[in-house]
Nanobody, 120 residues
Framework: QVQLVESGGGLVQPGWSLRLSCSASGYYHAIGWFRQAPEKGLEGVACFSVSDGDTYYQTSVEGRFTIARDNAKNKVYLQMNSLKPGDTAVYYC????????????????WGSGTLVTVSS
């Protein structure tokens, strides 16, 4: 069983930065961040593959967001810089034991989400 608890969401202005944290206990092959904007579907944002340490990003966040894992603290972070109103969403941490990559259908465990609002 993998337990995931997100924190760090909030209201920020465009251009600001925010760091999300996910406490992740248990074993998994890959862990990632997903988000769901108002009236939109769930989408992948970033993924960390445990076996090789590779990271993957959605095109719209590449260069602005960074996913990192602190194994000693059982935490995964999403550093979000240069935030835009379009980044407004509920952000979820999710993990999988079935794949080395993150995909919505293959994620086995999900956190309850944390809201990020980017607005002036």
């Amino acid at each position: 069983q993998v337990q995931l608890v997100e924190s760090g969401g909030g209201l920020v202005q465009p251009g600001w930065s925010l760091r999300l944290s996910c406490s992740a206990s248990g074993y998994y092959h890959a862990i990632g961040w997903f988000r769901q904007a108002p009236e939109k579907g769930l989408e992948g944002v970033a993924c960390f593959s445990v076996s090789d340490g590779d990271t993957y990003y959605q095109t719209s966040v590449e260069g602005r967001f960074t996913i990192a894992r602190d194994n000693a603290k059982n935490k995964v972070y999403l550093q979000m810089n240069s935030l835009k109103p379009g980044d407004t969403a509920v952000y979820y941490c999710a993990a999988t034991r079935r794949s080395k990559e993150c995909g919505i259908p293959t994620m086995d465990y999900w956190g309850s989400g944390t809201l990020v609002t980017v607005s002036s």
